[in-house]
């Protein structure tokens, strides 16, 4: 089933957005969908239950420094539960800092990719979503650092701004 990216992104009606942590230590429900066949059945019922889109994220960004997994254990828990829920009609986001995992995501039918980082970490991201114009790519501002991803300690205050949000960023 084709889905129409252009309606969803000129949608004038608010999309439910539901979340799956694929990872062992995210801060909302620590590794309950890791397995495959949870994370399929979890994505299934968010859409019976009414979710328009589907964030799946196997890296954990919990504030204070969650620590980063590995490339291809991040990959493999993104593309199982892809390849799981594309067959079920599902608009997929992906929620990753890598390039590498976006554009396998991408090539298995995922249609949004969700960079946390706002394209820091992974400076190849952004090239990976402009190499796929049919796929829309949600840009956040992100203040913290997962563990070992700068090699320096995650600033553990990401939600103070000295001069004001707006400023800041």
Aim: glycine share 10%; hydrophobic share 45%; proline share 3%.
């Amino acid at each position: 089933m084709a889905i129409d990216m252009k309606a969803i992104h000129d949608s004038q009606s608010t999309l439910v957005m539901g979340v799956l942590n694929i990872t062992e230590d995210s801060f909302s429900d620590g590794g309950l969908w890791l397995a495959p066949e949870a994370a399929k059945a979890h994505g299934e019922a968010m859409m019976k239950a009414g979710a328009d889109i589907i964030d799946i994220g196997a890296e954990s960004t919990r504030p204070g420094g969650a620590k980063r997994v590995s490339e291809a254990d991040e990959k493999a828990r993104v593309l199982g539960a892809v390849d799981a829920l594309i067959p079920e009609g599902a608009v997929l986001s992906i929620d990753t800092t890598r390039a590498s995992v976006a554009l396998a995501a991408l090539e298995h039918g995922a249609q949004i990719i969700n960079d946390v980082s706002g394209g820091q970490l992974d400076r190849e991201l952004p090239h990976v979503v402009a190499d796929h114009s049919d796929c829309l790519y949600i840009v956040q501002h992100w203040r913290g650092w997962l563990a070992g991803a700068a090699g320096n300690v995650p600033d553990a205050d990401t939600s103070r701004y000295e001069h004001g949000v707006v400023n800041d960023v």
